[in-house]
């Protein structure tokens, strides 16, 4: 490990970390001239684990319903009987009620090694 090197990096939600460098190939091509790697992953409620927390605290994982029945967009955490608070993500910070059924503000910790 050489000093200065290695990023520390916590995260809560949607916001993912990246880390985006020069990729190599052909430097006139603009398609090849960077390259993305996420460093983090995003809380969601279609990851089993984040599901499974969020079902043994009560509460309910769907997606927004149209007036049909018919689901539009992402799935959400809502309570078991009410059609809020609807967040898109397992972890947030100051949400009273998605914390009422398991969506917590703890960090999911990780390092990378430049």
Known sequence: MTLGRKLYMANVGDSRGIVIRAAPGNPND????CQCTALTRDH????EDEAKRIIANNGRIDSYRDN???PLG????WLKSEDVPGLAMTRSFGDGVAHS???????????YQF
């Open 101 to 111: 059924v398991g969506c917590n503000a703890e960090p999911e910790m990780s390092e």
């Open 74 to 77: 992402p799935l959400r955490v």
């Open 68 to 70: 049909h029945g018919n």
């Open 30 to 33: 603009p398609a090849s001239q």
């Open 44 to 47: 969601k409620p279609d990851d």
